[in-house]
């Protein structure tokens, strides 16, 4: 049965290639989401699966119901694009200007509705139900995921699956890792308020962009010597914006960045000195402030018994040389909010391709993927649905006829 679903999906490839291509051309950018999510439950209508829209706020929810009693298992995948401009050369190319999907989440749609397309004609052999999670704004705080969570998009779920495709991986390829594997990700914005004044007048002003300066410095020092060195976090200050001529003193100043952690003790010390550090050094200048620190997405943290199950599907489906234990990223997911609610797990599928020019980083204007990588993704879904499907059947055959 899984390698006919894995054959019905290899057929509906082309189908996967066009509609990844018209939401790359067509890209929304967090909370903004229309067209997207109006495509999506229009197929997903079209194939006859019950959907759900609006789903905390932008989201889209679809039912498949299995033609036996077993789990029921989410498959979850993002669709919104990034503020960025696309400057690759291609037929595909983004057709709004500074919109565009740099980090895959098109790719992860149009995975996902060729997955729903299969089981959706193998539903009488399904085992339980299947619940496929559309997700709004994944790349900007406070993501889509807790208000389609509020909104009871996991309602009478077991277990949630979420997953990424990869340029720093090879198409091919599964990245998979039990425990921490995303950071927890903050961001802050700092306005320091001096005083402005003649550049050869300095005793006469507060000068902000010194003041400033003292606050960055001592930020690092945060991370190297107030850290534990075993606990992984980084803080970097992204911009910084004061002053306007070389004979002038700035009286503003203004910062932001961003702060990632795994362990939540380290999340809590670092806002704690950040603030310390701030305060203290504004006082001593004479400077006033506003900090404005967001707590951003929680670390994803994989359960480990839907960690096994993955990598025992998978080898059972005959991809165990293309497994591999991953190293954790300091990146962010929202995909953690799903992981605080119930057990489930977040893999990686490579997409890498040099010789299509499917290399560039995540984020990056010149970012493409392996289109034949939604192939890989797709698989892994199904062999995860099937092996809940052949577990229900099997648990089912050892009860005692009664």
Same mark, same amino acid.
């Given at each position: 049965?899984?390698?006919? %679903? ?12 066009? %509609? ?7 890209? $929304?950018?967090?909370? =903004? ?11 997903? $209508?079209?194939?006859? &699966? ?44 983004? =057709? ?15 995975? !996902? ?7 959706? =004609? ?57 425990? !921490? ?6 961001? *802050? ?23 400033? @300066? =003292?606050? &960055? ?22 911009? *910084?914006?004061?002053? !306007? ?28 000195? &950040? ?31 839907? @960690? ?10 005959? *991809? ?21 609610? &119930? ?19 995540? #984020? ?16 892994? *879904?199904?062999? !995860?649905? #099937? ?16």
């Amino acid at each position: 049965m899984l390698q006919t %679903w894995h054959n019905e999906l290899e057929i509906l490839y082309p189908q996967l290639v066009k %509609w990844r291509r018209h939401l790359h051309q067509n890209p $929304e950018l967090s909370f =903004q989401e229309v067209k997207t999510p109006a495509m999506i439950a229009q197929i997903l $209508e079209s194939l006859g &699966i019950e959907v759900r829209k609006g789903v905390g706020g932008r989201g889209v929810v679809g039912v498949i119901r299995g033609g036996r009693s077993g789990k029921t298992i989410a498959l979850r995948a993002d669709f919104d694009a990034l503020p960025i401009n696309d400057l690759k050369d291609v037929p595909y190319k983004s =057709q709004v200007p500074g919109v565009m999907h740099a980090c895959g989440h098109d790719g992860h749609t149009a995975t !996902l509705l060729g997955v729903a397309s299969v089981l959706n =004609q193998n539903r009488s052999n399904l085992a339980g139900n299947v619940v496929l999670l559309h997700q709004h704004a994944e790349e900007q705080t406070p993501g889509g995921a807790v208000s389609m969570i509020e909104d009871g998009c996991l309602e009478g779920v077991d277990v949630v699956f979420g997953a990424h495709l990869t340029t720093s991986a090879p198409t091919g390829t599964y990245l998979y890792k039990e425990g !921490l594997i995303m950071a927890a990700s903050d961001q *802050f914005n700092l306005t320091v308020q001096g005083k402005g004044g003649h550049s050869s007048t300095p005793h006469e002003t507060i000068d902000a962009i010194t003041v400033t @300066t =003292q606050i &960055i410095h001592h930020w690092q020092y945060i991370i190297s010597r107030k850290v534990d060195p075993q606990k992984p976090s980084v803080l970097s200050v992204g911009s *910084f914006h004061a002053g !306007l001529a070389p004979n002038v003193i700035a009286d503003t100043a203004e910062i932001s960045g961003s702060v990632r952690t795994y362990d939540a003790d380290v999340r809590d010390q670092i806002e704690r000195e &950040i603030r310390k550090a701030v305060q203290a050094i504004c006082d001593d200048a004479g400077a006033s402030y506003t900090l404005d620190y967001k707590r951003g997405y929680p670390s994803v943290n994989n359960h480990p018994k839907e @960690t096994k199950v993955f990598v025992q599907a998978m080898e059972k489906a005959g *991809f165990t040389d293309r497994l591999s234990e991953m190293t954790p990223l300091m990146g962010g997911e929202d995909f953690a909010y799903y992981l605080e609610q &119930i057990p489930g797990t977040f893999f990686f599928t490579g997409a890498r391709n040099e010789e299509i020019g499917a290399d560039m980083p995540h #984020h990056h204007p010149m970012f493409d993927f392996d289109e034949t990588a939604m192939l890989d993704a797709g698989k892994a *879904f199904l062999t !995860l649905i #099937h092996h809940y499907a052949v577990e229900s059947a099997e648990q089912k055959a050892a009860e005692p006829i009664s």
